[in-house]
Each structure stands twice: as C-alpha cells, then as structure tokens.
C-alpha cells in the first residue's frame, strides 16, 4: 500500500512505541499515588510536558495533555469565552477553520456570542488588514489555524500575533497541522493558546495538548480530581503522553531534513500531475505550503470516484479533511478560495509524510494519469465539453 493520507493521521513510529509500552505494562501505576510506581507514571508525564514546552519554546507549566486536538481547540476557545465574557463577547476566527474551531464558535453563538468568520484570498490565506478592522472593543478571542489541514496553506501568524497583542486580544491558533512541521515559537510570534494533536506527528490517537501562555485565564474544562493543575481532571493517559513527548521531541529534531525530503516529493508530485493531467488546478499557496501538503482539483470528476479508484490501486489519499468524509457537501476550505463547486468536489488531496519513498510518489504519477482519464471518459459534462470545444473550433471560435 502507498500511504498518502499523513495529514489524516500517521503511523505510530517505532521509537515512540518502544517509549510509551512500558507504560502499559510495567509502569502502570497510577500518577497520583505516592509509590514508586505512581510516581514513576508522573516522572514520564512531566518529562513529556518538558519536551512538548521545549518544541514549542514554551514554559512546562504551560502545557495541558488533552485527550485529542480537538478537545484542545474547545478548551481554548470556550475558555476564553467564559473567563473574558466580562469584556466582551465577540470572537474571530477564519473561514477556513477546521470543525472543532468552526463547531465551537456556532456553539457559543447560540450562547449569545458573536462570531466573525474572515474571508481567505484564493490561496486561502487571510488578509492582516481584515483582521484588523474586524477587532472591536468588545472583541476577546483571535482564532485562526497556523496550517490548513486541506490545502496546506500556512497563514501570517507572526503577523496575526502582532495585530492580537496591539490590541490587547487573546491568540489562539490551531497548530495541529503545523506543529513538528514548521517551526513554532509561541513567544516570538505572540501565541496566546496553540493546540496540537499526538497522531499527526507519529504518536497514537487519543492525545493532544493546549499550550497556554502564563498568565492568560485559562478555565477549567473537565471537573474532579486534581490533574492537570485541576484543569483537565480524569486519571492521565500516561502511556499516550510519554509517545507525544517523544514524538514532538523526535519530529523537531528532524525537521529541517524531512521538511526539504517532503518538499522535494511534493513538488514532484504537484509538477508531475500538472503536467500530465489537463484541466488540473493547484489548491492553496505554493510558496506559503505545508511541506507534505499536495492538493489538486480535477475538472470534470468526483473526488470520491478517484479515491475508489486509487484505492483499487493500492493508494491512500483522500479528497478533503477526514472528519468530513461521509458528508457530501463540497469543502468549506476549497469554497472559501472561491473555487466554482465541481472544481471543489474534483479535489483530491495527498499527504506526504517520513515514510514515503520517491519510488511511491513516481507509481502515483503513473497510476493517476489513466485513472483520471478513464473517469473523464465516463463523464457527461467531459463529453459536453469535448462536443463544444470541437464545435467552437469549427466555428473558429
Ligand atoms: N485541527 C486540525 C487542523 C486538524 O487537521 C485536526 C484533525 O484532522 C484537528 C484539529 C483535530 O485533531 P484530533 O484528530 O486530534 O481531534
């Protein structure tokens, strides 16, 4: 099988395996009992909040494990919104925002919140300026993604932090496409809260984490006992952590180096498919791009039948953001470019990631080509349009 869906979610890497088994089996005391066991699960805990803080240039006592990115999201956002309601109760995020940013703010809007949602130019990029004027006084929270998990598409967040301190306005961005692929200072670029997710960057599924700056409220999200500074109560996913530590703290290290390894691929990828595919169009920015991140529209087809196909072919990839698979609305990331619907349902999205190979990448280029043919080929408006082009040039059109 070629795996190309990494920005869905990764394979748990050997080293982060090896780290968090012992944890299960000889470790498993529970963090808050005062015995050795018990406190060797905590001594594994806060080494992994050390690492997660040290990728982040963060404070250990600024991260809190999560149990997803998701639940990251929500905490940082409905925190915000309950412990700065006295301020006001006005929230901006991006259009392009993945769910669990976009479902909370409709949340909260039916709590009596007013949310703007900024448009994203083709690239689907947001404009500082509109961000600027789009601040009132009664604003409290900035949420916008560092990284779409669709097109890739990185945004101003140096900038976005800059703008959000001017004005005295909480940061949050959502880093869990970003983190251990691009470069992240909280400090230098003015991140109040950043959430990111274990099973992007090889650890398993089922953890995440909030960083949030000192000092900014941060409010409890689940009640009971006392973990997480009694902030996130319920007994700790030891075993979850210590692979998130690790695997943040394995992935930085490598960066540089898989970052140009998937540049290299991705640009292949995209060169080869434009070039041999007609009618093909690049989605998101080429310059302001995830490394691993590849997503193209075909006109003329469905996504889904290309996936079906890729499938038969041994090939994972996807045709927009996972969580939505099983919706058949076209995605809000791609309409918010601009792009018309059918460009947007024609949208197939590869993910690179450490273990793909350039052998894998040059079978996709072979294998696509005819199965995008072969679907054009079944295709009514293809047919059409091959009827009209054929009748234009008659007509000397
Ligand atoms: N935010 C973004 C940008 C994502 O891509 C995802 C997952 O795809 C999430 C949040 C949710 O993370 P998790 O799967 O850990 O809940």
Request: glycine share 8%; hydrophobic share 40%.
């Amino acid at each position: 099988m070629i795996y190309l869906d990494n920005a869905a979610t990764t394979r748990v890497r050997q080293e982060v395996l090896d780290k968090m088994l012992p944890y299960l089996t000889d470790f498993y005391g529970n963090p808050s009992s005062i015995y050795a066991l018990g406190r060797e699960a905590k001594k594994a805990i806060e080494d992994a909040r050390a690492k997660v803080a040290a990728a982040l240039s963060a404070d250990k006592n600024e991260i809190y494990f999560t149990g997803s990115g998701t639940e990251a999201d929500n905490w940082a956002i409905k925190s915000a919104a309950l412990s700065y309601a006295g301020k006001g109760k006005h929230i901006i995020a991006s259009q392009v925002e993945h769910h669990a940013v976009l479902h909370t703010c409709e949340a909260l809007k039916k709590e009596g919140y007013e949310i703007t949602y900024l448009p994203v130019d083709e690239y689907g990029i947001i404009n500082p300026g509109d961000l600027e004027k789009a601040i009132r006084p009664d604003t409290i929270l900035i949420s916008v993604m560092f990284a779409n998990n669709e097109i890739g598409s990185i945004q101003p967040v140096k900038e976005i932090g800059r703008i959000a301190r001017e004005h005295k306005v909480l940061f949050h961005t959502d880093a869990v496409q970003a983190a251990g692929h691009v470069p992240i200072n909280v400090n230098e670029m003015n991140i109040d809260m950043l959430s990111l997710s274990g099973h992007k960057m090889y650890a398993p599924k089922g953890i995440g984490a909030l960083y949030a700056k000192q000092g900014i409220k941060l409010a409890p999200f689940i009640h009971g006992g006392a973990q997480e500074r009694k902030k996130r109560a319920g007994t700790e996913n030891v075993a979850n952590i210590a692979a998130l530590g690790e695997a943040i703290s394995l992935i930085v290290s490598e960066m540089d180096g898989e970052a140009a390894k998937a540049e290299k691929l991705r640009d292949k990828l995209i060169n080869g498919i434009l070039t041999e595919i007609p009618h093909a169009r690049l989605n998101g920015s080429a310059k302001s791009r995830l490394p691993g991140n590849v997503n193209i529209s075909f006109e003329f087809i469905e996504g889904e039948s290309l996936l079906l196909l890729l499938d038969m072919k041994g090939i994972a990839a996807s045709s927009g953001s996972a969580c939505t698979s099983g919706s058949l609305d076209p995605s809000h990331v791609l309409m918010a470019t601009g792009l018309k619907h059918e460009m947007a349902h024609g949208s197939l999205r590869l993910t690179i990631g450490k273990y793909n190979t350039e052998e894998e990448i040059d079978k996709v280029l072979e294998e696509l080509p005819p199965i995008v043919k072969r679907l054009r080929d079944m295709s009514p408006l293809y047919e059409q349009y091959i009827k009209d082009n054929i009748k234009d040039k008659k007509e000397g059109k």
